[in-house]
């Protein structure tokens, strides 16, 4: 009778950690792989531009791939979804420990992505500065930020991998910036407060940024906090669009109507600032439809005749849905549901 009754037992504790497992699958591991449920590759042939294509059920323009398209990640419900794509599965949901993610981007050369989350507690918001490494699994924390402002918005951010600086723009309520710095000890510093800074880069293997005001003012800042102006006193105006590996920074010259007529290609050493080339577009076309490649790419985005045109070697590469972004040797678009990978035409 004993046996019988420990067996009874044993089987009741079977039948409940069954049913417990199945509901730990259900609710957690089957709902975060079914954010994306196919990948297909292809190799480039001949040359030639190809597609490839990832259903996902995110809005494709909240998705954001990592530089060599291993990687995609979206904000979902204030949590940071990392997915990889090679092979289909679902990497890992990141949560603020105290308040929603309201930002990510990926490093320009690793699968490292840098996230942001705020946490608001009665008159003053804490920021809160993470990265996740894809590879390694490692997230790191940077000390938080605190302001007292009712509608401060991240910007941007930007870390040199080089010098393992991390920049934080952060715009308040009077439409003016507050520049925030950690150092590679981790200290954490304000080293600018005023204007409001629209776009900004940093060098790669140095500790500098360069960013933009207005269309009139483009700076560099070195690590010392050192800053000089990149244009002259010019009646023209001017837009920031890039930075290469090389140091090469990338300034638009705008025409009356804000479109880009020519690229100036600009070096710094120093406090000495270089002029390279120049090079003109063929078409007029928004900043913002321009995209500075790490290796010196510079590709025009015509959304309208969906094609990436390569201004340096004057190549077309059409691509189907709506452009998102250019990441190693692909556009990255979505249409349908779908993320679709085209790989860039290249020089034969």
Same mark, same amino acid.
């Given at each position: 009778?004993?046996?019988?009754?420990?067996?009874?037992?044993?089987?009741?504790?079977?039948?409940?950690?069954?049913?417990?497992?199945?509901?730990?699958?259900?609710? *957690?591991?089957?709902?975060? !792989?079914?954010?994306?449920?196919?990948?297909? +590759?292809?190799?480039?042939?001949?040359?030639?531009?190809?597609?490839?294509?990832?259903?996902?059920?995110?809005?494709?323009?909240?998705?954001?791939?990592?530089?060599?398209?291993?990687?995609?990640?979206?904000?979902?419900?204030?949590?940071?979804?990392?997915?990889?794509?090679?092979?289909?599965?679902?990497?890992?949901?990141?949560?603020?420990?105290?308040?929603?993610?309201?930002?990510? !981007?990926?490093?320009?050369? +690793?699968?490292?992505?840098?996230?942001?989350?705020?946490?608001?507690? +009665?008159? +003053?918001?804490?920021?809160?500065?993470?990265?996740?490494?894809?590879?390694?699994?490692?997230? !790191?924390?940077?000390?938080?930020?605190?302001?007292?402002?009712?509608?401060?918005?991240?910007?941007?951010?930007?870390?040199?991998?080089?010098?393992?600086?991390?920049?934080?723009?952060?715009?308040?309520?009077?439409?003016?910036?507050?520049?925030?710095?950690?150092?590679?000890?981790?200290?954490?510093?304000?080293?600018?407060?005023?204007?409001?800074?629209?776009?900004?880069?940093?060098?790669?293997?140095?500790?500098?940024?360069?960013?933009?005001?207005?269309?009139?003012?483009?700076?560099?800042?070195?690590?010392?906090?050192?800053?000089?102006?990149?244009?002259?006193?010019?009646?023209?105006?001017?837009?920031?669009?890039?930075?290469?590996?090389?140091?090469?920074?990338?300034?638009?010259?705008?025409?009356?109507?804000?479109?880009?007529?020519?690229?100036?290609?600009?070096?710094?050493?120093?406090?000495?600032?270089?002029?390279?080339?120049?090079?003109?577009?063929? !078409?007029?076309?928004?900043?913002?439809?321009?995209?500075?490649?790490?290796?010196?790419?510079?590709?025009?985005?015509?959304?309208?005749?969906?094609?990436?045109?390569?201004?340096?070697?004057?190549?077309?590469?059409?691509?189907?849905?709506?452009?998102?972004?250019?990441?190693?040797?692909?556009?990255?678009?979505?249409?349908?549901?779908?993320?679709? *990978?085209?790989?860039?035409?290249?020089?034969?």
């Amino acid at each position: 009778m004993k046996i019988v009754k420990k067996f009874l037992v044993w089987a009741a504790v079977s039948v409940v950690f069954q049913l417990a497992l199945l509901w730990i699958v259900n609710d *957690f591991y089957i709902e975060n !792989r079914g954010k994306i449920v196919e990948v297909t +590759r292809y190799e480039e042939k001949e040359g030639k531009p190809v597609s490839e294509e990832l259903k996902t059920t995110a809005d494709s323009g909240d998705v954001s791939v990592s530089f060599d398209c291993s990687y995609a990640g979206y904000i979902s419900k204030g949590k940071l979804q990392i997915i990889s794509l090679k092979d289909n599965g679902h990497v890992k949901t990141i949560s603020g420990k105290m308040g929603e993610i309201i930002y990510f !981007r990926w490093l320009p050369d +690793r699968n490292m992505v840098l996230y942001v989350y705020m946490e608001d507690i +009665r008159d +003053r918001k804490n920021i809160h500065v993470e990265t996740y490494d894809a590879e390694t699994f490692v997230i !790191r924390d940077y000390p938080q930020i605190t302001e007292s402002s009712d509608s401060i918005r991240v910007a941007d951010v930007v870390l040199s991998p080089f010098t393992n600086t991390v920049y934080m723009n952060l715009q308040l309520e009077d439409e003016k910036s507050k520049l925030y710095k950690y150092d590679i000890a981790e200290n954490l510093n304000c080293i600018m407060a005023g204007k409001k800074i629209e776009y900004m880069n940093h060098l790669k293997y140095t500790d500098n940024i360069v960013y933009q005001t207005d269309e009139k003012h483009i700076f560099l800042m070195n690590g010392k906090g050192e800053i000089s102006s990149l244009i002259e006193e010019s009646v023209k105006d001017y837009a920031l669009l890039g930075v290469d590996y090389g140091g090469s920074i990338y300034i638009g010259e705008l025409n009356q109507n804000k479109k880009v007529t020519k690229v100036i290609l600009m070096n710094t050493s120093g406090n000495e600032k270089k002029m390279i080339k120049t090079i003109y577009t063929d !078409r007029l076309i928004s900043a913002q439809d321009i995209y500075v490649s790490p290796e010196g790419n510079l590709y025009l985005v015509l959304q309208d005749e969906n094609t990436v045109y390569d201004a340096v070697n004057s190549l077309n590469t059409k691509y189907p849905g709506k452009f998102i972004q250019i990441s190693g040797k692909y556009i990255v678009s979505g249409e349908n549901g779908k993320l679709i *990978f085209t790989t860039l035409a290249v020089l034969q």
